[in-house]
């Protein structure tokens, strides 16, 4: 670039006559001397700032590739949370729907005590005709009985399990909120 602008100037200077001065020769080399020096100048300080924003520009891409790399991170640490808290939701709703049919069937059987009376479980005793009735009553009654008291337990082991669920919800909330 500079030695094409040197034949330019060189080209836009007129010949000088045989019979010029050498002192104005000189002087006019100097000049072009002088004129080189500058553009030389420019031209190493133009090198100078183009490496410094070479290095800048490799700087803020490695910045911008950091960045990248956590946003990726936390994008993915956010589905994970969301799944998560998406099977949660599910488990939550199918044990929600489990506890409501686990109550419809405790309160049917706690309607059935009820209408049988003060005496509850021996009144189908009372009403028995012989031993063998009263045997086979007594057999019957204690599968019921077993079974009233496993649907309390599986309803209270509902009811904690709804309520440890939706603690970790509720934590799991707050994480993807965080």
């Known amino acids: 670039m500079i030695f094409v602008m040197l034949l ?19 002087s006019r080399l100097d000049s072009i001397k002088q004129l080189l020096g500058l553009k030389r100048s ?22 911008l590739e950091t960045y990248q790399e956590q946003l990726d ?8 949370h969301q799944r998560e808290l998406a099977a949660i939701e599910k488990r939550l709703a199918d044990l929600e729907t489990s506890r409501a049919q686990k109550k419809s069937a405790l309160a049917t059987r706690l309607r059935a005590i009820y209408k049988m009376g003060d ?4 009144t189908p005793l009372l009403a028995a005709s012989s ?18 008291l496993t649907l309390m337990a599986e309803t209270k082991a509902a009811m904690q399990t709804i309520r440890e ?14």
């Open 8 to 26: 330019v100037l060189c080209a836009k200077t007129p010949v000088l006559a045989q019979g010029t001065p050498s002192q104005e020769k000189r």
């Open 42 to 63: 420019e031209y190493q300080t133009l090198e100078g700032q183009e490496r410094n924003l070479t290095a800048e520009l490799d700087r803020i891409e490695q910045e």
């Open 73 to 80: 991170a936390q994008k993915s640490a956010l589905a994970q």
């Open 119 to 122: 005496l509850g479980y021996l």
């Open 131 to 148: 031993s063998e009735n009263i045997d086979q009553h007594i057999k019957y009654l204690q599968i019921i009985s077993q079974n009233d």
């Open 165 to 178: 669920e939706q603690k970790t919800r509720q934590a799991q909330q707050e994480q993807v909120v965080a």
